[in-house]
T-cell receptor, first 115, second 114 residues
Framework: GAVVSQHPSRVICKSGTSVKIECRSL??????MFWYRQFPKQSLMLMATSNEGSKATYEQGVEKDKFLINHASLTLSTLTVTSAHPEDSSFYIC???????????FGPGTRLTVL | AQKVTQAQTEISVVEKEDVTLDCVYETRDTTYYLFWYKQPPSGELVFLIRRNSFDEQNEISGRYSWNFQKSTSSFNFTITASQVVDSAVYFCALSRNYGQNFVFGPGTRLSVLP
């Protein structure tokens, strides 16, 4: 079956530092990847949509200069949280859309804690 | 605009009871997809079912069943003979099209007590 991985699974960083989260489709090519954010006891909210080789499309209210998304290949998208602050602490989940069928598969998530 | 409502924030049942999780959606699209996901404490989303708007047949998979009623824009999920391992947060989600982003409901936290 199609597998999406995320790395790291957990990260703790100091306020003001930058953190990079990777999302990989392991056994399929993904033309589109989505990044979601989930605060504790809340639902998943779409942050941005990234297509391979082009700039990401951000949802309203999401700062594109703070959450840098790079989708350099058909199997890898990265989300960099720049100058992280405690309010950025959240669970970040990516999903990848299989190029052949458009079916989406979710990664296991990355739990970010900013101290 | 698309919207998913899950009116039940939290539900507690005793093991072996049946429980139904409600999901009501809003969309102007004639073609759309509905999903249910389970999110255990680990956080990883577990896919349960996908339904497209043209398939109103109800589905049963083991102890799980789904009732899709287009007339009331509902896609309810029933767990029969619940077990402790069913304890999790369950999300109903809507997608405009295959490959498009999901709009998630707020989730229902189910606790199954022994």
């Amino acid at each position: 079956g199609a597998v999406v991985s995320q790395h790291p699974s957990r990260v703790i960083c100091k306020s003001g530092t930058s953190v990079k989260i990777e999302c990989r489709s392991l056994d399929f090519q993904a033309t589109t990847m989505f990044w979601y954010r989930q605060f504790p006891k809340q639902s998943l909210m779409l942050m941005a949509t990234s297509n391979e080789g082009s700039k990401a499309t951000y949802e309203q209210g999401v700062e594109k200069d703070k959450f840098l998304i790079n989708h350099a290949s058909l199997t890898l998208s990265t989300l960099t949280v720049t100058s992280a602050h405690p309010e950025d602490s959240s669970f970040y989940i990516c999903s990848a859309s299989w190029a052949q069928t458009n079916e989406q598969f979710f990664g296991p998530g990355t739990r970010l804690t900013v101290l | 605009a698309q919207k998913v409502t899950q009116a039940q924030t939290e539900i507690s049942v005793v093991e072996k009871e049946d429980v139904t999780l409600d999901c009501v959606y809003e969309t102007r699209d004639t073609t759309y997809y509905l999903f249910w996901y389970k999110q255990p404490p680990s956080g990883e989303l577990v896919f349960l079912i996908r339904r497209n708007s043209f398939d109103e047949q109800n589905e049963i998979s083991g102890r799980y069943s789904w009732n899709f009623q287009k007339s009331t824009s509902s896609f309810n999920f029933t767990i029969t003979a619940s077990q402790v391992v069913d304890s999790a947060v369950y999300f109903c989600a809507l997608s405009r099209n295959y490959g498009q982003n999901f709009v998630f409901g707020p989730g229902t936290r189910l606790s199954v007590l022994p």
